[in-house]
């Protein structure tokens, strides 16, 4: 079942070229050998790809909706795998079935090999990530309490997830096939292959995700004990056995681990103080959390990020958090004391949480007699600065690449637009050991998604409200803008987003339909990030050799069952919890807040029902804030200044403005004790241990942090199972919430809101 071009099967196992890549780093790491012979598409590579996929999948569904929404990375299943290949590679049988046959197979090729290590970590990768498109069900079934029937919601997923797929076969020949177009993610996966971490610091500044990959050199090779008495495997049982066990406390019995907010202990009733200290709903001083959901739920393993960005995301959260929200609050920017200190809620003019439900018509869009009684939509100012903070992060990630990259950006990729590119030497490899993906799979895939989008726009119309040239739109917008942010993605490793661009455009273009506007950004959005996605993969594929189709095979399928498993375990989730979501219903220190659901929503109700026109436009209070688009710009500028002023000064071309602004993006629904607890973390493993702690780092930091995931992830669903699905709980002081019942108070004179002191 291996591609192999049939004139070569008489060709060596091991395949190598003397060529010079075009990049050096490339030319430094990857290494230009392939054998065509090696297992890949297994019996082992498919139990193992598919299971990983689905536990993957559901784990990550299940925190969705949780309060410290926790995912589970694949590096999980990436260290679970090797042991369990390995023996199945010992025990299954060597017969062949069907021998003689097409449909010849054997269980066991003979050893477990990378190639179906790399192949199952693809299927757990599609497992990891998680759909965009559940915030759709969520926001419509759960927040605005309409009809959303089970199989639009499911086809919506899965055209969102894999329409990206269809074009990114036209973009191949210049995003994937030519040498400059070199993926630096990607090259730092392969670099931990096979150098040691010394090397790997030359591209420890663009690690992210990707760099989970250290697992595969730590697991594919024969492994003594070390000094410390224990191998990888082991350290990674016994930190899945021990957060598994810890997890039942901060969980189960005592919750207030979750967020320690002992400031306000001092002074419970006074809102300042409360404010000041609530890690979940105020500037979090001093506010920590020793669990392991809180710490990694919204920015990912602490352990997985390196000093240079800890050190911007840590300076953007104190600006953000303890400089512009305390200035703006304090001196009433847009009557920020009418509201409270931090939330990602809505609210009108009395510091009321808006009743958005009553300002939607029969046919689910703006009902204008009902909001012009109700009035305008307003939100705290933290929530607005977040928003402008957003634009700047948008204008700030173009300027920077252009600025600082601009010119290897212009040399790298001219020759490629116009057609007269050089193809990367692993290119050639792949060309001559495997059979390429024809054209017209990617646009049959194309096109049934395309026709599967036309006929909900039509026959779901009333659910989805999206018209066909709507979905023709969001298309044509991620189509033309995949190359151009290809380019810079697989130069750079940055890549601005479009989920602002595309809300703003239907926003104006089809306003007052919530649901329209946001099946639009989804599409927009996430069909570019899926098709770059696809095209960083089949890079990947081509620098260790993973032959085309299977990779292709792989990618597809695991998308498709992890579409499945995540709708299927949405669903099952809102008929078995009650009140899923619903803060005003939900039991006191509930874990089942839904906050990431929450943001989505309420972007729902400012770019779709209500539009942006009212709110950043002519019409609306907010029409400053988009003068965070300029700020964003000038940002960058300022620094790429002071690196040509002070060239001595090495520091400075560290600080990273796209990151800097973009740290607190995620807030809310991020809290502060999320960011509070996350870099205590991030420094102690990326600065601390990295620095003095260099073999133990490099040995077990990556096994650590999976082992925090998975222990963590299967304790939270056997509790829920077993005791919290059942309603078993403990009532008493340690299961009470943070202790800061003042922080969402408003301090505006003569502002009345329930169970808060009148000023």
Not at 264 to 274: A, T, Y
Not at 650 to 656: A, C, D, E, M
């Amino acid at each position: 079942m291996i591609e192999i071009r049939s004139e070569l099967e008489s060709e060596s196992d091991l395949y190598a070229d003397d060529e010079i890549s075009i990049v050096p780093q490339v030319e430094l790491t990857v290494p230009k050998t392939d054998d065509p012979t090696a297992p890949t598409v297994t019996f082992r590579m498919w139990v193992l790809g598919i299971t990983a996929c689905v536990l993957l999948s559901f784990v990550n569904q299940f925190f969705w909706y949780r309060t410290n929404p926790l995912t589970i990375s694949s590096v999980s299943a990436q260290i679970a795998v090797v042991p369990i290949g390995h023996l199945m590679a010992k025990v299954l049988p060597t017969r062949r079935f069907f021998q003689g046959t097409r449909w010849s197979f054997t269980m066991n090729p003979g050893p477990f090999s990378t190639k179906e290590h790399v192949l199952i970590t693809v299927f757990a990768n599609s497992g990891s990530g998680a759909v965009y498109a559940s915030h759709i069900l969520s926001a419509v079934k759960l927040f605005y309490k309409r009809r959303l029937d089970f199989l639009p919601a499911l086809l919506i997923m899965i055209t969102t997830q894999v329409l990206g797929f269809g074009w990114a076969g036209l973009y191949r020949k210049h995003l994937v096939e030519p040498g400059e177009m070199w993926w630096p993610s990607n090259l730092v996966q392969v670099s931990l292959f096979r150098l040691y971490i010394s090397h790997v610091r030359l591209y420890y500044p663009k690690l992210k995700e990707s760099l989970l990959l250290i697992i595969y050199r730590a697991l594919h090779e024969k492994e003594n004990k070390s000094k410390w008495g224990v191998t990888r495997n082991q350290f990674f049982v016994i930190t899945l056995v021990t957060s598994f066990s810890y997890y039942i406390l901060p969980g189960y019995l005592f919750s207030l681990l979750t967020t320690v907010s002992w400031l306000c202990w001092i002074s419970p009733k006074s809102v300042l103080v409360n404010q000041l200290g609530s890690g979940s709903v105020g500037l979090g001083i001093g506010a920590f959390g020793l669990d392991w959901a809180t710490i990694a739920s919204y920015l990912g393993s602490p352990l997985a990020s390196p000093f240079f960005a800890t050190a911007n995301i840590a300076v953007g959260f104190f600006l953000l958090m303890y400089v512009i929200t305390p200035l703006s609050y304090f001196l009433d920017f847009f009557n920020a004391k009418t509201f409270p200190i931090y939330s990602g809620k809505l609210f009108v003019s009395n510091g009321q949480e808006y009743k958005v439900r009553s300002i939607i018509n029969d046919e689910f869009r703006l009902d204008h007699n009902a909001y012009a009684e109700a009035g305008p939509v307003h939100m705290s100012t933290f929530f607005a600065v977040s928003y402008g903070l957003g634009f700047a992060t948008l204008t700030a990630s173009v300027v920077h690449v252009l600025l600082f990259n601009g010119k290897d950006l212009w040399n790298q990729s001219k020759g490629v637009l116009r057609g007269n590119k050089k193809m990367d030497i692993h290119t050639k490899i792949m060309k001559r050991n495997y059979k390429e993906v024809p054209l017209w799979w990617f646009l049959s895939i194309f096109a049934v998604n395309i026709v599967v989008v036309i006929f909900m726009c039509f026959y779901y119309k009333t659910q989805i409200q999206l018209p066909w040239w709507g979905a023709f739109l969001a298309c044509l917008i991620a189509i033309f803008f995949t190359p151009l942010v290809g380019v810079i993605k697989a130069t750079t490793n940055q890549a601005p987003g479009l989920n602002i661009i595309t809300e703003y455009i239907i926003g104006y273009a089809y306003p007052e339909r919530p649901v329209a506007n946001i099946c639009f950004k989804t599409y927009g959005f996430i069909s570019m990030t899926q098709s770059l996605t696809f095209l960083a993969d089949l890079k990947l594929g081509a620098y260790m050799k993973i032959p085309p189709r299977t990779l292709f095979m792989a990618q597809v399928v695991g998308t498709l069952v992890a579409v499945l498993v995540y709708a299927s375990t949405a669903w099952w989730l809102m008929a078995e919890i009650p009140n899923l979501c619903d803060t005003s219903l939900l039991p006191p220190g509930s874990q089942w807040t839904c906050p990431t659901d929450r943001v989505f929503f309420d972007a729902s109700v400012i770019w779709g029902l209500v539009g942006p026109r009212r709110m950043f436009g002519d019409l609306g209070e907010y029409a400053n804030v988009n003068w965070f688009f300029l700020g964003g710009a000038i940002a960058p500028a300022l620094v790429y200044l002071a690196t040509r002023i002070f060239p001595k000064k090495k520091w400075i071309s560290n600080i990273h403005m796209p990151v800097l602004i973009g740290a607190t993006a995620i807030m809310p629904p991020a809290t502060a004790v999320n960011f509070t607890s996350w870099l205590v973390m991030a420094f102690v493993f990326g600065h601390v241990v990295f620095k003095y702690k260099r073999e133990w780092w490099q040995r077990y930091n990556y096994v650590l942090s999976g082992g925090m995931d998975a222990g963590t992830g299967f304790m939270s669903v056997l509790l829920f199972l077993a005791l919290q699905r059942s309603d078993i709980s403990l009532g008493w002081w340690g299961n009470s919430g943070e202790g800061c019942p003042v922080a969402k108070c408003p301090t505006a004179k003569g502002v009345i809101v329930h169970g808060c002191p009148v000023f």
